[in-house]
């Protein structure tokens, strides 16, 4: 299944420089199975993105949007 994913960072730090807003976005073609584990992971784990980025040292509010896409929308 093709996903977009849409990552909303506020109020950053990386590598000490301060960064207002970071939006990342992605397209991915994924098992259901491997989105709703994705989606348990981010809501469930503490300090998710920290962890995995490296340099990002704070995040404020993020949220991670995962929407299904039709073929036409990345073709």
């Known amino acids: 299944m093709k996903v977009k994913f ?36 981010w809501i469930t ?7 995995r980025m490296e340099g990002l040292m704070r995040v404020g509010e993020s949220s991670l949007t995962i929407e299904p896409l039709e073929e036409t929308d990345y073709v």
């Open 6 to 41: 849409v990552l909303t960072m506020d109020d950053v730090v990386v590598e000490d420089q301060r960064i207002d807003q970071v939006v990342l976005d992605w397209i991915d073609d994924l098992a259901q199975d491997e989105i709703l584990e994705i989606s348990h992971r």
């Open 45 to 51: 784990t503490q300090n998710f993105l920290t962890t």
